[in-house]
């Protein structure tokens, strides 16, 4: 697992991801050798070169974000982790973008730019049969924006709420400092007849 302090960021982005939810995203994606996936509100890139990890050279990541610093800052750390022959890193909306890639293994939202319905939408078209769809959410309007959706479009959906603390080291002592709790929710697609 890469440390969250490993990440460049030059621009003062939100993120990366923190690495103990990125653990738990990849997971609850289902994210192995040779799967292609599409990491939408990629930020600075701290899922999709985690995901290229889990991917291998077999694999694909498509990084996507409508900020044009995200972007850029995305494509600098996949370079950095040698990431950059599995990571295509694209500009724009990620509902409009999601319409010309590949079919997917997994859908990971980090940011949506207000079109989570949209993007929710055009993944569960994108997805294979049993693909998986994570949204990650720390508003309570996202968060019920993407319950309802999901379990909308999916027909399922299942949420994990996550509070993590972290030890910080005092003269004499230690205390836990808290993060923003995260709500993972993660959707799979039912099988399709005919589809592979």
């Given amino acids: ?9 030059p621009y003062g982005l939100p993120g990366p991801t923190k690495e103990e939810i990125r653990v738990l995203t990849l997971s609850k994606a289902m994210v192995e050798r040779g799967n292609t996936v599409a990491d939408i509100g990629c930020g600075t890139g701290g899922i999709s070169v985690q995901a290229a990890g889990e991917v291998g050279e077999e694999g694909r990541v498509f990084a996507v974000d409508l ?5 850029e800052t995305t494509r600098t750390n996949a370079k950095k982790f040698g990431m950059e022959s599995i990571i295509e890193v694209l500009h724009g909306e990620g509902f409009e973008i999601l ?3 590949p079919h997917l293994d997994a859908t990971i939202v980090g940011g ?5 319905r949209e993007i929710i939408e055009a993944s569960y078209e994108k997805l294979r ?3 998986h769809m994570v949204v990650n959410c720390i508003t309570m309007e996202t968060c019920s924006g993407a319950f309802d959706a999901l379990k909308e ?3 399922n959906v299942d949420v994990t709420l996550v509070m993590i603390a972290n030890g910080k080291d005092l003269d004499f002592s230690t205390i836990m400092i808290s993060r923003n709790p995260v709500m993972i929710m993660r959707s799979i ?3 399709i007849k005919g589809e592979k």
């Fill in 1 to 9: 697992m890469i440390k969250d302090e490993e990440f460049e960021n």
């Fill in 67 to 71: 900020n044009k610093r995200a972007v």
């Fill in 99 to 101: 319409q010309s890639l």
């Fill in 112 to 116: 949506s730019g207000g079109h989570l």
């Fill in 129 to 131: 049969d049993k693909g």
């Fill in 153 to 155: 479009v999916f027909g």
């Fill in 189 to 191: 697609k039912a099988g």
